[in-house]
């Protein structure tokens, strides 16, 4: 049997010395939570077959399961190559949903909380000479408001804009093979000014005195090496560039990096990854790329698919989707209410693909005191993993915190969000929360699905007097929820939205569904014009790429099918915006 999503999972930090553990594993749902007390991790099997990284309530996993499970167990052998003896073994989950508990060989190993981020355990301790296993407990509640949950529909069914739950392991599983003498992770920063690249090196206590060299190279030419010996776990190098190539919306452009760890003449570790020669930066409304003005022609990709659910079904599927927003002129996305695959930012890095990079806090009642222990260590795990990507060009913790209940906590989660996230990357903006209520924010960002283009248009022509989209007259509960200082760039971060199926009364969207294509299309042109004209905005998000379930807003059906010809909107969403002139 092949295994699937068998493609290396961590593209920034490649060794060579792995094993994909995806496949089949053994299986149990375990819905009265009483599977710690009868040791279900001492048992030689479990009682069903699940096709890892898939969920259980996927298709691809198997099972097909869709009903609420409180707890899951998954089992299986493996042992460690020979060849790889006497090294440390390191396992790695992409991401497991909620709180994942890991035993070796009956033991418990460590454990970790956020549905969302990669973790890893070393667990050369608990191994056996052969004859090893694996078993994983994950307690998932959607309902708890304790949890990120996304997308996830907290009813029974999927609804409105939730869909289907994701329940346990739902990214490849693999062991890596290293020396105790390793480079444990890696921080790059880039100047396009001189042009530099600076890497932060992390090891461990192990590797003090030993040697690091780093190695650039464009092509496969070397453009710049550094060495040094390392005296503190944290040490940041700088290469000078010989040669300077830019990342490029549309084209990517990546430099390869070579990383070298020696002691005493033996090479400890050895560890290759890349980086985008390129910068990000507010000037007053607009929003530059390498200090050029660039219009965010961004779309709403909310990362399911019908078979695997959170999970694509191949790695070509990931990078598929960025080519068919590209396709339909669109030059990035928002990952929405979802941390995607570190694969998904791969294929953005190489395209060339702006990404915001976002977190899944729908679930989390910040209304709530002492929710910020439910958000602040997850979304410092994914800020981490996916700082170094190029393609990444914001920040946004939070996406539509409207701050119901009206008191201090909410305005208190948000600001330290904020200002954590400035704290971690100062080189990115960052957004609060998205969609027109904001504590403190680099950009004014807004959500407005009127469908009409003429009262639409209306909306965001006095920007420069300090109004925008005051919704309070069609939304008279928004009233002091949101003011606009007249300074931050606008960027309209949801809009469109307009529905299409082949039955016009099917499923779920925003507005009435247009009467013919003709119509459609027309609204569209409409409304993203309205945005491209306005000299006061630097970006919009068209909600969305792709239909989800039984929401048919997508400009593709849920099957990754161009509802229209897709000429069309690249014809419409990348002529000229007005801030670009």
Same mark, same amino acid.
């Given at each position: ?69 409180? &707890? ?97 392991? =739902?990214?490849?599983? =693999? ?21 530099? !690249? ?13 040697? !690091? ?31 300077? %190539? ?21 090479? &400890? ?19 530059? !790329? ?21 999970? $694509? ?22 990952? %929405?209410?979802?941390?995607?695959? $570190? ?239």
């Amino acid at each position: 049997m092949s295994i699937p999503r068998s493609e290396y999972p961590r593209p920034q930090f490649v060794r060579d010395a792995w094993v994909n553990l995806n496949g089949e594993w053994d299986f149990e749902i375990d819905y009265a939570m009483s599977g710690e007390e009868k040791k279900f991790f001492e048992r030689d099997c479990l009682n069903q077959k699940i096709i890892v990284p898939f969920c259980p309530e996927s298709e691809l996993s198997g099972i097909g399961n869709c009903d609420f499970m409180p &707890c899951v167990w998954y089992r299986r052998n493996f042992d460690v190559p020979k060849q790889y003896e006497g090294k440390d073994v390191i396992l790695h989950f992409g991401a497991v949903d909620y709180r994942a508990v890991i035993y070796i060989n009956g033991q418990k190993a460590g454990e970790h909380t956020g549905g969302y981020t990669s973790f890893s355990l070393n667990i050369t301790e608990y191994l056996k000479d052969d004859g090893n296993y694996v078993t994983v407990c994950a307690y998932d509640d959607t309902r708890s408001l304790n949890q990120a949950t996304g997308k996830q529909s907290g009813r029974l069914e999927s609804f409105g804009c939730f869909y289907t739950r994701t329940t346990g392991i =739902w990214q490849t599983v =693999w062991l890596e093979f290293a020396d105790k003498r390793r480079v444990d992770s890696i921080r790059i920063t880039s100047d396009i000014d001189t042009p530099s !690249v600076t890497v932060g090196v992390k090891i461990p206590s192990e590797a003090l005195g030993s040697t !690091v060299r780093i190695e650039a190279l464009w092509d496969g030419k070397a453009v710049g090496c550094v060495s040094t010996a390392l005296y503190s776990l944290y040490t940041e190098l700088n290469i000078v560039l010989s040669e300077k %190539h830019l990342w490029e919306i549309g084209k990517g452009g990546l430099y390869d990096l070579a990383i070298t760890l020696e002691d005493n003449g033996t090479i &400890c570790d050895s560890v290759k990854s890349y980086f985008g020669l390129r910068s990000v930066a507010l000037d007053g409304m607009k929003f530059k !790329v390498n200090n050029e003005v660039v219009f965010g022609r961004w779309v709403l990709d909310q990362g399911f698919y019908p078979d695997g659910i959170y999970t $694509a079904p191949t790695d070509e599927a990931l990078k598929n989707d960025i080519l068919y927003s590209m396709q339909l002129g669109f030059n990035g996305a928002r990952m %929405h209410e979802k941390v995607f695959e $570190a694969r998904y930012l791969y294929h953005a890095d190489k395209l060339g693909y702006l990404i915001w990079g976002e977190f899944a806090n729908w679930g989390l009642d910040i209304c709530s005191a002492g929710q910020l222990q439910h958000f602040l260590p997850q979304w410092i795990e994914s800020m981490e993993r996916d700082f170094n990507s190029p393609a990444l060009i914001g920040w946004c913790p939070f996406n539509e915190t409207w701050n119901t209940c009206g008191n201090r906590q909410c305005n208190a989660v948000l600001d330290m969000a904020y200002r954590v996230t400035k704290a971690l990357d100062g080189t990115r903006p960052v957004i609060d929360t998205s969609g027109n209520f904001h504590v403190v924010t680099d950009i004014y960002d807004v959500h407005d699905y009127e469908q009409n283009p003429k009262l639409f248009e209306g909306y965001y022509s006095e920007i420069e007097k300090g109004i925008v989209n005051d919704q309070t007259e069609r939304n008279p509960e928004w009233k002091g929820r949101q003011h606009y200082d007249g300074k931050a760039p606008v960027f309209v971060s949801e809009y469109g939205g307009i529905r299409w199926a082949e039955n016009e009364n099917e499923g779920w969207g925003y507005g009435d569904a247009p009467k013919s294509e003709e119509e459609f299309i027309e609204r569209y042109r409409g409304l993203t014009e309205a945005l491209l004209n306005n000299k006061n905005i630097m970006g919009f998000c068209y909600t969305q790429l792709y239909d989800v379930e039984q929401e048919v807003n997508g400009l593709m059906t849920y099957d990754r099918e161009f509802k229209f010809d897709p000429e069309i909107f690249r014809k419409i969403n990348t002529q000229k915006a007005a801030i670009e002139e």
